[in-house]
């Protein structure tokens, strides 16, 4: 399995609160994904990153942010929490591709997030 | 608008079956297309990838083809067993190198 951890795993917040969570890998992987996972969506992009400070947004990235100071960590920030941002949050990272763009993405465990 | 369907949503069938899951898509001008595998309450493992210039890709029991121009893709397992019960997840990488997920096929195998 490669090595990406998320934390935390689950977390219990109210509506406003700022709220970050963490994903760290141990694979020296340029690319970082940050997606959410809802009933009926499927997984969506809110964020990704192609390097240090390099981000770009995803699908839904209203209402989120990220940062990444060092290749191993991407941090995704809800800037003020609310009940839609409810959801389970998963990180992924990838390889750096070729020109042919074929690698695969591998996925955290997730953090299970609910907004009161 | 790049978008991805699985049919069926849900499908249940004895061990010992061979059994097909469907994927397709409404853009062909895709990289590539990728299977995972869910299992409750966990992160999704990739189990095939396959570059848009192939037409299918194989590991054990499993075999994926790829049908770009008619927008499909198939995930066949064969001779099922109870552990291969999960949500298998297509996703295509479409014209930027961002995945589009399909919702998934809930698959339960029963002994």
């Known amino acids: 399995d490669a090595g990406i951890t998320q934390s935390p795993r689950h977390k219990v917040t109210e509506t406003g609160t700022p709220v970050t969570l963490r994903c760290h890998q141990t694979e020296n992987h340029r690319y970082m994904y940050w997606y959410r996972q809802d009933p009926g969506h499927g997984l969506r992009l809110i964020h990704y990153s192609y390097g240090v400070k390099d981000t770009d947004k995803g699908e839904v990235s209203d209402g989120y942010s990220v940062s990444r100071s060092k290749t191993e960590d991407f941090l995704l920030t809800l800037e003020s929490a609310t009940s839609s941002q409810t959801s389970v949050y998963f990180c992924?990272?990838?390889?750096?591709?070729?020109?042919?763009?074929?690698?695969?993405?591998?996925f955290g465990p997730g953090t299970r997030l609910t907004v009161l | 608008k790049q978008e991805v369907t699985q049919i069926p949503a849900a499908l249940s069938v004895p061990e010992g079956e061979n059994l097909v899951l469907n994927c397709s898509f409404t853009?062909?001008?895709?990289?590539?297309l990728q299977w995972f595998r869910q299992d409750p309450g966990k992160g999704l493992t990739s189990l095939l990838l396959i570059q848009s210039s192939q037409r299918e890709q194989t590991s054990g029991r499993l075999n994926a083809s790829l049908d770009k121009s008619s927008g499909r893709s198939t995930l066949y397992i064969a001779a099922s067993q109870p552990g291969d019960s999960a949500t298998y997840l297509c996703a295509v990488t479409h014209n930027t190198d961002k995945l589009i997920f399909g919702t998934g096929t809930r698959l339960q195998v029963f002994p």
């Open positions: 992924a990272i990838s390889e750096d591709r070729g020109i042919f763009r074929t690698d695969t993405q591998y």
């Open positions: 853009d062909s001008a895709i990289y590539n």
